[in-house]
Structure formats: structure tokens, C-alpha cells
Nanobody, 127 residues
Framework: QVQLVESGGGLVQSGGSLRLSCAASGFTLDAYYIGWFRQAPGKEREGVSC????????DYIDSVKGRFTVSRDNAGNTVYLEMTSLKPEDSGVYYC????????????????????WGQGTQVTVSS
């Protein structure tokens, strides 16, 4: 069974840090590009960050640049999102998702058609 499972969410004070994990089962993550998304209540889901098979190429939305770091452990079939200097506006349910890139695709895209999605983990940042 193909599955992505997020963990590591929780309640943290403004300025604090969390590390989210996205563990894959039923398929090998290293063939896929991985994205992190979040959705706050009453808002649309937005892409936060993505990473290709190798950590060299990553992308972030402007609001998290310098604060969030995406990484992956292909041997462990897990992707991480390290979040520091958290702000209340970072609160939401965080999802990881995976898509298989085209042959010549060298950069991940937050707007791609992600095939597999996790169930999400809640992040709440108090002011």
C-alpha cells in the first residue's frame, strides 16, 4: 500500500522550531520529487517547499526562505522540513506530497500534479 505519513507537528511558541518528517511506504521516494504544503483554516492550501531527488535543488515560498529547510534521506525513505523562527502565520496542517518528474525536469515545482499525499500534521504557533 502506497502511503506518506507526516509527523512532528505540535504546538510551539512564536520563534520556536519544529522538524516535520514525511515517511514513505509502499514505494521508493528517491524516484519522486517531494513537496511540502500547508493549509490554514479558511485559507487555500499553499505550497511551502519542494526538493528533487538530490538536495541540490530545492525551492521555497518567499515567506519561509531563510527559516525553513527541506532535506531528504533517500536511504531512509524520508523527507524532512526543518522549521525555525516560527510565526503564528505558519500555523496550519502541513502535508507532504510526491510526484514523479519528467525525464528532463531538473527543478521541482510546487504547482505540479502531486500524485501521493499524506494525511497531514498540525502545526500551531502561538504568539
Amino acid at each position: 500500500q502506497v502511503q506518506l505519513v507526516e509527523s512532528g507537528g505540535g504546538l510551539v511558541q512564536s520563534g520556536g522550531s519544529l522538524r516535520l518528517s514525511c515517511a514513505a511506504s509502499g514505494f521508493t521516494l528517491d524516484a519522486y520529487y517531494i513537496g511540502w504544503f500547508r493549509q490554514a483554516p479558511g485559507k487555500e492550501r499553499e505550497g511551502v517547499s519542494c526538493i528533487i531527488q538530490r538536495e541540490k535543488n530545492t525551492d521555497y515560498i518567499d515567506s519561509v526562505k531563510g527559516r525553513f529547510t527541506v532535506s531528504r534521506d533517500n536511504a531512509g525513505n524520508t523527507v524532512y522540513l526543518e522549521m525555525t523562527s516560527l510565526k503564528p502565520e505558519d500555523s496550519g496542517v502541513y502535508y507532504c506530497a510526491a510526484y514523479r518528474p519528467g525525464v528532463f525536469e531538473r527543478m521541482c515545482k510546487l504547482g505540479a500534479s502531486y500524485r501521493y499525499w499524506g494525511q497531514g500534521t498540525q502545526v500551531t504557533v502561538s504568539s
